[in-house]
């Protein structure tokens, strides 16, 4: 018998069986007992936000996937998490480089998501893990492979752990209330390719491989703009955009706190 435990979170008791083949009683969970050989995700920071709250009770059976919309790193992100005022949270966020940077814990309840509704179940927040991706969100920045694959290690130890199925998987524009308010994750974004892999390891196979678009020429992903619409006010584009009403602050300064006029476009920022 061996006890490993991951960062204090999910412990694990598994158990080497007459043939070898290790099984796993796992606490906390769903109460299931079953077959693990899925090896949890390498966590390279653990950065905790405050910016989170109480699940009451309730299982996780959800993932929902964001990208961050800026150019700063994971880490950054996680620091930017910290400050309460920003009253944004997700329990991971994965960095280009393939980092994952833990926020919050599995058990408790981040604020990534926002009004939302999944499968007609609201406040998805409280059934479900976050993941933000870091990513600008223009459909053009592409995600690198040792990013997306580390997206793809991180949702099969999920699944498997809280045993999600992948079709609880979501982008967060697909759950994001009122419908086409949310953008992430990016056009570019191959979800399909992240559970096709995440289904490869819970099968016990290899990851298929990934081939991430190359960048266009001449592409500036520090030039980010977006056109006005009718009722957008910073507040509302910091949450659209950013997932958090304060970055509204951001954008207003980026644009000299001009009014926002639908149908012209403003500068959005690409840095906290
Ligand atoms: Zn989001």
Redesign the pocket.
Known sequence: MRLTTWLGVATTVVILGACGAPSAIRTPGVGAVRAQSVQPPVISAQILSPNFDDRKGSPVTAIVL??TAVLSTAEQTARFFQDPKVKVSSHYVVDRTGEIVRCVPDAQRAW??GVSSFDGQGDVNTYSVGI?ISNVGDGVEPYPSAQVKSVVRLVAWLASTYQVPLTRVAR?RDIALPAGR?K?TSDNFDEAYVLKAAQAILDGQNMPAYHPKPVPDGYDPTVQVHTVRPGDTYESLGDDFY?SPAMGAAIARENDHRKLVPGTLIALPVTY
């Open positions: 964001h990208h990534h998501a933000e967060h949310k992430d997932d």
